[in-house]
């Protein structure tokens, strides 16, 4: 069974600090890893990954991908109260013409004054 | 640009009540079309996903089934409601093709009672 696990389940830090959010995967046919931002509603897309050891980055977000050791970080340098949601991974299948995900459950990240 | 509208926000449904949730894409032709669930502590599930109008692919055994009666229109429907239907409910699109990241509505948070 396909499995995608984040760590840790929450998270709060003070404004400014640096955060890193695991994620870590065992499936059949990877395609690729991406991240999202769940504040309310919809989860909004941050970033994709496919290759192993080529940071993506975007301000203060940065992701990196371990194909060999199967996870992913997310970075996030100078946290804003802005960056409280919940931070979903979800991994990508290689079957078909959609683009079938597998998500984790999230982190929960609160960052506070 | 594209967006997704998805709606009603909420629903409060009785048991054994059918339901119909919509969905539609603008600003695309052709996407690939997908329901999820999230379920309180769980990760967002696949229900459905759909690469081209009346084609549609179940992930789960369940109470629920889809329709793309139109080609950016998906619509999740029911015949008689569960309490165990009850969730969010997110529809979401990506353009053709498995490498492709999936954006998502506002969601609808179903309630069963």
């Known amino acids: 069974e396909d499995k995608v696990v984040q760590s840790p389940l929450s998270l709060v830090v003070h404004e400014g600090d640096t955060v890193t959010l695991n994620c870590s995967y065992e499936?059949?046919?990877?395609?690729?890893l991406l991240w999202y931002k769940q504040e309310k509603k919809a989860p909004t897309f941050l970033f994709m990954l496919?290759?192993?050891?080529i940071e993506k980055k975007s301000g203060r977000l940065s992701s990196i991908l371990d194909k060999k050791e199967l996870f992913s970080i997310l970075n996030i340098t100078a946290t804003q109260t802005g960056d409280s949601a919940v931070y979903l991974c979800?991994?990508?299948?290689?079957?078909?013409?959609?683009?079938?995900?597998?998500f984790g459950t999230g982190t929960r990240l609160q960052v506070t004054l | 640009s594209q967006t997704i509208h998805q709606w009603p926000a909420t629903l409060v449904q009785p048991v054994g009540s059918p339901l119909s949730l919509e969905c539609t894409v603008e600003?695309?032709?052709?996407?690939?079309l997908y329901w999820y669930r999230q379920a309180a502590g769980r990760g967002l599930q696949l229900l459905f996903y759909?690469?081209?109008?009346?084609?549609i692919s179940s992930e789960v055994p369940q109470n629920l089934s889809a329709s793309r009666p139109q080609d950016r229109q998906f619509i999740l429907s029911s015949k008689k409601l569960l309490l165990s239907d009850s969730g969010f409910y997110l529809c979401?699109?990506?353009?053709?093709?498995?490498?492709?990241?999936?954006?998502f509505g506002n969601g609808t948070r179903l309630t069963v009672t």
């Open positions: 979800a991994v990508g299948l290689g079957v078909g013409t959609a683009s079938k995900l597998t």
């Open positions: 499936v059949t046919n990877f395609r690729s």
């Open positions: 759909s690469v081209g109008i009346g084609q």
């Open positions: 979401a699109w990506s353009m053709g093709g498995r490498d492709s990241p999936l954006h």
């Open positions: 496919t290759s192993s050891g």
């Open positions: 600003g695309t032709s052709n996407p690939n």
